[in-house]
C-alpha cells in the first residue's frame, strides 16, 4: 500500500509536467488550429534559463526563475511573428512543417551554444521533503504539484472570469466572427504563444531538477506531452491535465512493477489502448458544432 | 450625404468575379434590403463592408470616410456591425458571453457592459432563460436572436444583417423581423440581405436587385414588388430581361 502511493506521489509529480506542456499544445492548437511541435523546446530553453542564470552566472534561483520566465515570454511572441504569423493564412501542414523546422532550428543552437554533455540544476529548496510514515514526499515534486495546481486555478479563473479569457476563447471558436465583433485576433494570438512558452517555459524549471537538462529533453517531454493531449482528448483543457497525470502514473507505475527500460514505452502504450478504444479521447467531443 | 455610400464597388473570389460596379446609398434611418438569387452577390457586399473582402475596386463610404479595405476591427470600432450568414455563435460559449463580446468594439467598463447586456435581454425576452446556455445548444431562432443581440451590443450606427430568416420556421421569422423593425425605431440604420423577398420587402423603405453581381433594379417595395420581371426572377426563377436593365 505505501508502495503504491509512493509510486502515485511520483507519478503525479511528472504526470504534473507532462499535463504542462501539454496544457501549451492545446492553447496553441485551439487558438490556431494548428499543433506547436516545438513546445517542447519551449521546456527545454526553460531549463537552459535556468542553468545558465542560477549555474554559470550565479543568480539566486528566485531571480534565474523571473529572468527565464521573461526570456520565455519573449521567445514566445519571437517565435509567433517568425513560425506562425507569416504563414497564418495557409493551411494546417504549412504551419505544421514550420513549427517542426523551428524546433529542429532551436535544438541544434542549443547544441551549438551549450554541447551534447547533459547538466544538472539544483533543485529549488535544500529542504529535503516530507515524511508521512513510510511515504516521502521529495520537495521537487511537492513544489512541482503545487505550481501546477495553481497555475490550473489561475488559468481557469482568466479563461471563465475576465473578458480577455472570453475573447481568446472566442478567437479560438472562430476568428472571422471574432474579428467582426472588433476583437483583435492577431493580439490574442500573440497572447496565446506568449502564454505557452511561458508554461513550457515553467514545465522546463520544474522538471529539470529531476531529469539532466539536455538537448534531447523538449522532444522526451513533448512526446509524451502530446500522447497526454491525444489522450484527454485533443484541444480539450481539462483532458490535457488528466492525459498527463495518466501518463505519469502509468509510466510510474510501470517501471516499478513491469520493467524500468521500458518506462517510457508504457506512456505509448496507453496512447495506443486510447487510440483502438476510445480514440476521442476522455473528453474529446464535448463540444458539438450546430449549423 | 448619404451614411453609406458604394459607387463601383467590384469583388471577387480568386478569380472568379461575385461583384462588378455595384453602385448602392443607404440614408440615415432607413432600412434597405439587398435582394437577389444565390450568387448574385449580396453577401460579398456586405463582406466587402464590413471588411472581411477587399473589393478589387470601387470606394465605399461610411458617414463620409473612406472604409474600403480596411480591417474587420476597425470598420466595426467606426459603427458597422455585421451579422454573418449563419447566425455564428460562439459554440463554446454562453449566451452571456456571447452578447458581451458584442461590446469588444469600444471601451466600456464592466457595469456598463452587463448594462447594456441587461437591455439586450429585455429586447429578446426568451434568451433570458438562456443566458448562461452555451451557444451550440440553442435552436436556430435562439442563435439569430444572440447574433442580433450581439450586433447591437456593438451600439452600431449601421447594421449589416445577412439571412436572418434562413433555416428558421415561419412564426420565428415573424419574430425576427418585427425585432428588425424595432432596431431601426431606436435610430439604426439597417442594411438588410435576405432571399425571403417579401418579407424583407414588408420591413424595408427602399430595396436593390442584384443577379450576377450587377444592379439590375432598385426602388420602393410597392415597386419592386408589383415589377413583373422581379416577380419572375424570385417565383420563376426567370432571368431578368436585358430591356428591363435600364
Known amino acids: ?291 | 450625404m448619404s451614411l453609406l455610400e458604394i459607387s463601383g464597388l467590384s469583388a471577387a473570389y480568386g478569380a472568379v468575379a461575385a461583384l462588378s460596379g455595384l453602385d448602392l446609398a443607404v440614408e440615415e434611418g432607413e432600412i434597405v434590403t439587398l435582394l437577389g438569387a444565390n450568387g448574385a452577390g449580396k453577401s460579398t457586399t456586405l463582406r466587402c463592408i464590413s471588411g472581411l473582402l477587399a473589393p478589387t475596386a470601387g470606394d465605399i463610404r461610411f458617414a463620409g470616410t473612406a472604409i474600403a479595405g480596411l480591417h474587420p476591427e476597425r470598420v466595426v470600432r467606426l459603427g458597422i456591425a455585421h451579422v454573418p450568414e449563419g447566425r455564428r455563435v460562439f459554440p463554446g460559449l454562453t449566451v452571456r458571453e456571447n452578447i458581451l463580446l458584442g461590446a469588444s468594439n469600444r471601451h466600456s467598463t464592466r457595469a456598463a457592459r452587463a448594462r447594456d447586456a441587461e437591455e439586450m435581454f429585455a429586447l429578446f425576452p426568451d434568451l433570458v432563460r438562456f443566458a448562461d446556455t452555451r451557444g451550440w445548444m440553442l435552436s436556430g431562432g435562439q442563435q439569430q436572436m444572440v447574433a442580433l443581440a450581439r450586433g447591437l451590443m456593438a451600439r452600431p450606427r449601421l447594421l449589416l444583417l445577412d439571412e436572418p430568416s434562413l433555416g428558421l420556421a415561419p412564426l420565428i421569422v415573424q419574430q425576427v423581423f418585427r425585432i428588425i423593425a424595432r432596431i431601426r425605431e431606436t435610430g439604426t440604420t439597417v442594411l438588410l440581405v435576405e432571399q425571403n423577398a417579401r418579407i424583407a420587402l414588408g420591413v424595408a423603405d427602399r430595396g436593390y436587385v442584384l443577379e450576377t453581381g450587377r444592379l439590375v433594379v432598385a426602388g420602393k417595395p410597392e415597386a419592386l414588388w408589383n415589377n413583373e420581371d422581379v416577380r419572375a426572377a424570385y417565383l420563376g426563377g426567370k432571368r431578368l430581361s436585358e430591356e428591363s436593365r435600364t
Not at chain 1, 24 to 38: E, K, M, P, Q, S
Open chain 1, 1 to 291: 500500500m505505501t508502495i503504491i502511493l509512493q509510486l502515485l506521489f511520483t507519478g503525479i509529480g511528472i504526470g504534473a509536467v507532462y499535463a504542462l506542456v501539454a496544457l501549451g499544445f492545446v492553447l496553441i492548437y485551439r487558438a490556431t488550429n494548428v499543433v506547436n511541435f516545438a513546445q517542447g523546446q519551449f521546456a527545454m530553453l526553460g531549463g537552459y534559463c535556468m542553468v545558465i542564470t542560477t549555474v554559470d552566472l550565479g543568480l539566486p534561483y528566485w531571480l534565474g526563475v523571473v529572468i527565464s520566465l521573461v526570456v520565455m515570454a519573449l521567445f514566445g511572441a519571437l517565435f509567433n511573428l517568425g513560425v506562425y504569423y507569416p504563414l497564418r493564412h495557409r493551411s494546417f501542414l504549412p504551419v505544421v512543417i514550420s513549427t517542426i523546422g523551428a524546433s529542429i532550428l532551436i535544438t541544434n543552437l542549443v547544441l551549438a551554444l551549450y554541447g551534447p554533455e547533459p547538466t544538472t540544476l539544483p533543485g529549488m529548496t535544500d529542504y529535503p521533503g516530507i515524511s508521512f510514515g513510510a511515504v516521502f514526499l521529495d520537495a521537487q515534486y511537492l513544489v512541482i504539484i503545487a505550481t501546477t495546481l495553481a497555475l490550473v486555478i489561475l488559468q481557469y479563473f482568466f479563461f471563465e472570469h475576465t473578458m480577455v479569457g472570453k475573447k481568446m476563447q472566442a478567437v479560438s471558436q472562430d476568428k472571422e466572427m471574432a474579428s467582426l465583433l472588433g476583437i483583435n485576433v492577431t493580439g490574442m494570438i500573440m497572447l496565446t504563444f506568449t502564454y505557452s512558452a511561458v508554461l513550457g517555459g515553467i514545465a522546463g524549471i520544474l522538471v529539470a531538477p529531476i531529469l539532466f537538462v539536455s538537448v534531447g529533453l523538449g522532444a522526451q517531454i513533448a512526446l509524451k506531452a502530446f500522447a497526454a493531449s491525444i489522450i484527454g482528448g485533443f484541444g480539450d483543457v481539462p483532458g490535457a491535465i488528466v492525459g498527463g497525470l495518466l501518463i505519469g502514473v502509468a509510466e510510474t507505475l510501470g517501471a516499478f512493477y513491469i520493467s524500468v527500460p521500458y518506462k517510457d514505452a508504457f506512456a505509448f502504450i496507453l496512447l495506443f489502448a486510447f487510440l483502438l478504444i476510445r480514440p476521442q479521447g476522455i473528453f474529446g467531443e464535448k463540444i458539438a458544432q450546430k449549423a
